[in-house]
């Protein structure tokens, strides 16, 4: 018999933990630090045995980092991983993603039926689990980052109350993920990353096998302070197992000291054998990401992006077909989304805090204004 559900959360305790989510943005946390936080006060709104938050590469929603709490345990991910990435499941984050939802809990997915569910059977009922609440943390249409809330075999479910408060908690949680990213991408400017690409090979069954020297750098490198619960970085294992499912595999991710870097897995052979390749995201990724964040628009993007090549508005307007008025008018946007008042401001943004330690890294710039790629 299914226990009954708690009691629907107080509007009151709701709207205390939103504030309490603004006055922790305005600290300056890192992401993962964010959701340490977070995870204290989640359970003040919602009762959970276990709160995690999940840094999501918005482009793939891979995992690529975050803070986990007492979530699943490292014995039982090799399965949860070929659910994620290899059979349909209930409330994956890309079905989230294309119905348009927020929340949703395990139990009220399957119609209180979770034996329905591969994940439930296969890892979360033989690790002594329950129910799972999953939450997208996105900002228009970009997703940052995900919270997933899980009880123990013997607690109720999470109810529909419970679901629905989380969903209206999740928007204050991205405000404060995206601009942790916003934040940390300028405080990460001088850190310096290995210069080689690293290469891991994974055995079928999902061990490392060997690494290049390189590869052991990098490795140093993903393993986020306070998330080390898996002998190796979690989302080094999700893009290698996504890559033994269906191929192939890439990711955008943190390292330790904030850079971005590009996670790239292909699968070797019929057998599963994995190849996995780690090394600084380009250029293009990078402001990619930074734009999204600041929340422009794909032109809003368009028209940043040329001014970084150094595109007057009469140049912008012939390369894009629009009015030099209208490119005014989208710059004025842009200006006013990102805290830039002009141009060289805009430049000094987008430009010096995220291409600076590749000029200095020796790459050179290509004639369109990125970088080349890193000779090694």
Not at 43 to 67: K, M, N, R, S
Not at 162 to 174: D, G, Q, R
């Amino acid at each position: 018999m299914t226990p009954a559900n708690p009691a629907r959360p107080s509007d009151r305790g709701l709207r205390r933990a939103q504030a309490a989510i603004a006055r922790l943005s305005r600290e300056s946390p890192d992401p993962t630090a964010l959701f340490a936080r977070v995870a204290d006060i989640v359970p003040e709104v919602v009762p959970a045995d276990g709160v995690c938050g999940l840094t999501l590469d918005p482009a793939t929603l891979l995992h690529t980092g975050g803070f986990h709490h007492r979530g699943v345990p490292h014995s039982h991910l090799p399965r949860l991983l070929q659910i994620e990435y290899g059979e349909e499941d209930v409330n994956q984050f890309p079905g989230l993603v294309r119905t348009g939802g927020t929340a949703a809990g395990l139990w009220q997915a399957t119609g209180h039926r979770p034996h329905s569910s591969s994940r439930y059977r296969d890892v979360y009922r033989p690790a002594g689990m329950g129910d799972e609440m999953r939450v997208l943390l996105r900002t228009g249409h970009t997703v940052w980052g995900a919270l997933v809330l899980h009880r123990g075999g013997d607690r109720a479910p999470f109810g529909g109350g419970e679901i629905s408060a989380l969903a209206k908690l999740a928007p204050a949680v991205a405000q404060a993920l995206r601009a942790a990213y916003l934040r940390h991408d300028v405080a990460a400017a001088d850190c310096e990353l290995p210069t080689a690409p690293g290469l891991l090979l994974f055995h079928p069954n999902g061990e490392l096998d060997r690494a290049t020297p390189a590869g052991h750098l990098w490795l140093e490198q993903l393993d986020a302070a306070g998330a080390q619960s898996a002998p190796l970085p979690q989302p080094v294992l999700h893009a290698a197992g996504r890559a033994r499912a269906t191929g192939d595999a890439s990711l955008r991710m943190r390292s330790r000291n904030g850079p971005w870097v590009s996670v790239t897995a292909t699968r070797m052979g019929a057998e599963g054998a994995v190849a996995v390749m780690v090394q600084p995201s380009s250029p293009q990724h990078v402001i990619g990401i930074l734009m999204e964040a600041y929340g422009l628009t794909p032109r809003e993007q368009q028209v940043a992006q040329l001014v970084t090549y150094g595109m007057s508005d009469t140049d912008i307007s012939r390369r894009l077909g629009i009015s030099p008025h209208t490119v005014r008018d989208h710059l004025k946007k842009v200006f006013d989304k990102t805290g830039a008042n002009s141009r060289g401001r805009l430049l000094q943004l987008l430009y010096f805090s995220h291409y600076q330690p590749d000029v200095d890294n020796g790459r050179t710039m290509g004639r369109r204004g990125w970088f080349h790629s890193a000779q090694v």
